[in-house]
């Protein structure tokens, strides 16, 4: 008895056919194929080799060509495009030996396997660092296939947030599944996924083209063409698409630790469950902190935050302006993440621990909380001041502020309670020229404005919510 190799010769490039493939097909009896293919190996041919092609979807005759010919004591050798694994000839093949086996024959036929570059992965060569976390493989064809079945993996993939690899995206007859999958993909991912397309992966006929989910274009795409899409990760940088594996996480504050990396999946999740995506991210990053810190969805309605505040404040820590965060109770000042305080050159004070507080309130008969925001004032009139407890301090820096004595950088409002709660946000929304976060209404509390704070220390790290950096 023969034996039957079944090799992938890869994309159609002869620079992407392995050594090893070229010598078993330089040692054939016999090669069996497809026939578009025989023009790819041509030049390793022996002579005197047998050559069997044959024409599309008549991979089950070819198959059985295969054993008929090594039952006749030769090598043959089975050719599939790219790998011959991925969609290709190898399951067949083992199907049939099992199958013919029953009948008594290919008991003594040997069967290896030679792998290839998918189109895939030549695709992803060319788009640059597509591929680099987790990914999966898709194909749209419904021939062997139902659609129902397709369509909960295309699904999967998606919430599952894996890169994605698209075979068979279009035909003649297959026109509309390939605008399937990109809806069921916008439904969870963002319209700024990158997608690439690369269409006759390694042949003359080569086409590489980048762009995003939401402006990806089926009809610019056919049979011969693989489509990869990005996860949340994945960015765009000069041309090419790059989904980070990580090693280059930051490792202050924990950053790439078990604690963070469980933070950050809660925060994709939480995303995953918004109403509406469709949110600046300065906005985003702030709200899924106020969610990750209170399981609370409700945080979607009542977190209220000016334009581009936390991208302001932000950017005021870098550059220095910043330098202060005065908060309304120690429970605030205790939430606010040491490292990032460190890191950025950032003090959190509250002044309740004074002991010119008591002195201050008790002979201008005023709370505690108000006095300590009076003292802060005068040492600090410039500070992001953010209040978790107390309404009656919120209220003191918004009647300082009227009377010219306090300009903050910006106010983070979020007192808890029943009794003047509700107004003292109110009271805070007419300063415009004044960056703002409000939690509005009754809710608030001390770990929810030491979050708010968090968001604006970190903001940095709110890339890893849009195609762009990894945790």
Known sequence: MGNIIIAGIGPGSPQDITPAVMEAIGRADA?????????????????????????????????????????????????????????GMTPLIYEMREERM??????????????????????????????????????????????????????????????????????HGRYWQLYRLQELFLKVRSADTPVGYVRQAGREEQEVKVTTLGAFDPEDVDMFTVVLIGNSQSYIADGKIITPRGYYREKEEGIGSIGQSIMMESFRTIEGELRNKDIPLGHKWALLHAIHTTADFDMERILYADDHAVETLYNKVKDGSLKTIVTDVTMVTSGIRKGALQRLGIEAKCYLSDPRVAEFSSANNIT?????????????????????????????????????????????????????????????????????????????????????????LTFDDAENLKPGRDL
């Open 31 to 87: 090669v069996v194929g497809y026939k578009y293919y025989f023009q790819f190996i041509e030049p390793y041919v022996k002579p005197d080799c047998e050559c069997i092609d044959t024409g599309m979807k008549k991979e089950r005759e070819r198959a059985e060509q295969a054993f008929e010919l090594a039952e006749q004591g030769k090598t043959v050798v089975v050719i599939s495009s790219g790998d011959a694994g991925i969609y």
């Open 102 to 171: 029953v009948s008594g024959s290919a008991a003594d036929i040997e069967i290896s396997v030679l792998p290839g570059i998918s189109a895939f992965q030549k695709a992803a060569s060319l788009l640059g660092a597509p591929i680099g976390h987790d990914m999966c493989i898709i194909s749209l064809s419904d021939l062997m296939t139902p659609w129902e079945v397709i369509e909960q993996r295309i699904k999967a993939a998606a919430t599952g947030d894996f890169v994605t690899a698209v075979y068979n995206p279009k035909s």
């Open 368 to 456: 505690r909380t108000q006095a300590g925001i009076r003292l802060a004032v005068e040492e600090h009139p410039d500070a992001l001041f953010a209040f978790g407890n107390a309404p009656t301090a919120l209220m003191e820096l918004c009647d300082l502020i009227r009377k010219g004595k306090a300009r903050p950088a910006g106010i983070i409002a979020a007192p808890v309670g029943f009794v003047h709660v509700r107004e003292s946000k109110h009271m805070v929304k007419p300063f415009r020229d004044i960056p703002k976060i409000i939690v509005e209404g009754r809710k608030g509390g001390s770990n929810l404005a030491a979050t708010l704070c968090n968001a604006i």
